[in-house]
């Protein structure tokens, strides 16, 4: 069900599906723009990009277009780190158990693989483990850290985790077990009794970036702990480099701003990953069709990753795990296979899990904040719902499956507003919560649902503003036909790597017609052809708009598209197409 309580006059339109998107322009200074051409020596097209985007000079596009990881900050500014390497070194010379505590996701996973490699690479065998998600739920949990106990466990280190796991940490401490904590989600009030906690966002850090992922937290340990121990120069540096390319699947994967730190680590890390020396990453892309040396971010993000993700959601993360380590090919490839049979088990439950939520939702609410909940919902996907309702009403979303009196779920936001926060806001409704500003976790009792859902709503209604609730396209030049070129289409790939905070360019161009009917594909998908004023023809693809074909004709002219050209590489073959964003038919 929706939230329908209306506590306060601050109303909202009813719910619909996904209202037209207002683009917008970005600004763009032409003189600016003309002195970056000549400067930098780009096409007019790309100058106009960058200009937009903010470059003022050749020497900033030189460092954006080439981020070296000499500009990566020290890891001993972290606050927390001094102390870690203490006490691991402390593990080390001891011989004490220590076991890395991970999360079921990607970029837990790939947190996990990286602590785990620089102890192997210091000579100490460690254990890891990474709960099940259907039977322990995320992040640490009392009966995991008593079972380590009884086996000897002295150190634990968690990993994309335990920010807010204070109970758990005192477990640990009563029962013997000192905890490092390593995260890079939002703290609560009070830090959990830690010998000490590493997480960019706490209270008193002062290091200079904030948006790492677990895996980038992860490696910035690993990093320490290597300076600690005197290892030398070009060893270290080797290691550290063999590690960049699950460094930058974890930080794509966990879609945090590709900008500073993580853009040079995703950079660096591509080329890594492309050389296929991770036979796991090398089998995996085989069997997707996707060439190792040439997979791109869109591939981790849509591709691999899912795959990754496939295991802890339908089976154990384990397996995604073991993928990314094993030395092993003939292991290696049937671990491909088994988490692309995951995946496609994912795929199937979450469609029927959508398809029923889409069911219960109440499109005559004008509630702000989507919650809609059921019994025997698949724990494993429902945040993927989430993010599907997200796509299709463009307001926050929350969906929780219900189970033995407690309810589970996931939240998805709209950029204006908090999601996060207001969870914290109605946190006396909720056993436990954790996340980020798009996107969290929750539980609570199925009991207070009602009185969380009104919280909620009292909190949305005075702090999402409506105008947030209209999706918005980041336009960043226009364009006429005589851009539409290869040459520009390979420069913009020179902008990689893209997600957030470095989007791929989308541009818009006017006064186009159809060729022809438009084609449907997979029963989803539109493929228009288009001819411009000078007869040059174009072909473009809009994913999941097969719906919008009825407002296309062969023969309809003064088409307004919003795309980003890309090189098509398909059978040997290279095209330049579009990826439709949107589009408008004029009049």
Same mark, same amino acid.
């Given at each position: 069900m929706t939230t329908v309580t209306r506590p306060s006059?601050?109303?909202?339109?009813?719910?619909?599906?996904?209202?037209?998107?207002?683009?917008?322009?970005?600004?763009?200074?032409?003189?600016?723009?003309?002195?970056?051409?000549?400067?930098?020596?780009?096409?007019?097209?790309?100058?106009?990009?960058?200009?937009?985007?903010?470059?003022?000079?050749?020497?900033?596009?030189?460092?954006?277009?080439?981020?070296?990881?000499?500009?990566?900050?020290?890891?001993?500014?972290?606050?927390?780190?001094?102390?870690?390497?203490?006490?691991?070194?402390?593990?080390?010379?001891?011989?004490?158990?220590?076991?890395?505590?991970?999360?079921?996701?990607?970029? %837990? &996973? #790939?947190?996990?693989?990286? $602590? *785990?490699? !620089?102890?192997?690479?210091?000579?100490?065998? @460690?254990? =890891?483990?990474?709960?099940?998600?259907?039977?322990?739920?995320?992040?640490?949990?009392?009966?995991?850290?008593?079972?380590?106990?009884?086996?000897?466990?002295?150190?634990?280190?968690?990993?994309?985790? %335990? &920010? #807010?796991?204070?109970?758990? $940490? *005192?477990? !640990?401490?009563?029962?013997?077990?000192?905890? @490092?904590? =390593?995260?890079?989600?939002?703290?609560?009030?009070?830090?959990?009794?830690?010998?000490?906690?590493?997480?960019?966002?706490?209270?008193?850090?002062?290091?200079?970036?904030?948006?790492?992922?677990?895996? %980038?937290?992860?490696?910035?340990?690993?990093? *320490?702990?290597?300076?600690?121990?005197?290892?030398?120069?070009?060893?270290?540096?080797?290691?550290?480099?063999?590690?960049?390319?699950?460094?930058?699947?974890?930080t794509v994967a966990d879609i945090v701003p590709l900008k500073d730190e993580n853009r040079r680590l995703v950079a660096n890390g591509m080329p890594v990953l492309r050389d296929g020396a991770r036979v796991g990453l090398q089998q995996l892309a085989q069997l997707i069709n996707v060439p190792i040396e040439e997979v791109t971010t869109g591939d981790l993000a849509f591709k691999i990753s899912p795959r990754l993700n496939a295991a802890g959601r339908t089976d154990h993360a384990e397996r995604a795990l073991e993928l990314l380590v094993t030395e092993d090919t003939n292991r290696a490839r049937e671990l491909s296979s088994m988490l692309d049979r995951f995946n496609s088990d994912r795929r199937r439950i979450e469609a029927d899990i959508t398809e029923e939520a889409f069911g219960l939702i109440d499109e005559a609410s004008d509630s702000p904040v989507i919650v809609v909940h059921s019994e025997g919902w698949h724990p494993g996907v429902i945040g993927i719902v989430a993010s599907r309702i997200l796509e299709r009403y463009h307001r926050p979303a929350i969906v929780l499956g219900i189970e033995n009196g407690w309810a589970k779920g996931s939240a998805r936001s709209v950029r204006g507003f908090d999601v996060h926060a207001a969870l914290d806001a109605c946190s006396g409704h909720l056993e436990r919560f954790g996340g980020h500003t798009m996107a969290a976790g929750l539980r609570l009792r199925s009991s207070a649902l009602a009185d969380f859902c009104a919280s909620l709503d009292v909190h949305a209604r005075g702090a999402l503003p409506s105008e947030a609730l209209i999706p918005s396209l980041r336009i960043d030049a226009t364009a006429t036909c005589e851009d539409l070129t290869m040459d520009n289409a390979r420069a913009l790939e020179k902008l990689e790597p893209f997600g957030m905070a470095n989007a791929r360019p989308v541009i818009a161009i006017e006064g186009l017609t159809l060729v022809e009917e438009p084609r449907i594909l997979k029963g989803r998908h539109i493929k228009l052809h288009l001819a411009g004023p000078d007869g040059r023809s174009v072909w473009a693809i809009g994913f999941a708009m097969a719906d919008r074909a009825d407002e296309l004709r062969a023969g309809c002219k003064n088409l307004r598209l919003a795309a980003t050209p890309f090189v098509n590489r398909w059978a040997g073959r290279t095209n330049l197409e579009l990826q439709l964003k949107d589009f408008s038919t004029g009049k």
């Open positions: 006059d601050h109303s909202y339109v009813a719910l619909r599906d996904r209202p037209p998107a207002r683009w917008d322009v970005r600004p763009l200074d032409r003189a600016a723009a003309g002195r970056l051409q000549n400067e930098a020596r780009l096409s007019p097209l790309i100058s106009r990009i960058l200009s937009a985007r903010g470059f003022a000079s050749a020497g900033e596009v030189e460092a954006f277009l080439r981020p070296a990881l000499s500009g990566l900050h020290d890891p001993f500014e972290m606050a927390g780190m001094d102390a870690a390497v203490a006490r691991i070194g402390l593990a080390l010379e001891r011989r004490e158990s220590v076991l890395v505590y991970g999360d079921y996701d990607v970029d %837990g &996973i #790939t947190s996990t693989a990286i $602590v *785990a490699s !620089a102890f192997g690479f210091l000579g100490a065998g @460690i254990d =890891t483990y990474i709960p099940h998600r259907l039977d322990e739920g995320y992040g640490l949990n009392v009966e995991a850290i008593r079972k380590f106990a009884e086996r000897g466990v002295k150190l634990l280190i968690t990993v994309d985790n %335990g &920010i #807010t796991a204070i109970e758990e $940490v *005192a477990e !640990a401490n009563r029962l013997g077990v000192d905890v @490092i904590v =390593t995260d890079h989600h939002e703290p609560g009030e009070n830090l959990p009794p830690a010998v000490a906690v590493i997480d960019p966002k706490q209270p008193g850090c002062d290091y200079p970036f904030k948006e790492l992922c677990g895996a %980038g937290v992860a490696f910035k340990l690993a990093h *320490a702990m290597l300076k600690s121990r005197g290892v030398e120069a070009n060893d270290a540096k080797q290691f550290l480099r063999s590690q960049l390319d699950l460094v930058a699947l974890g």
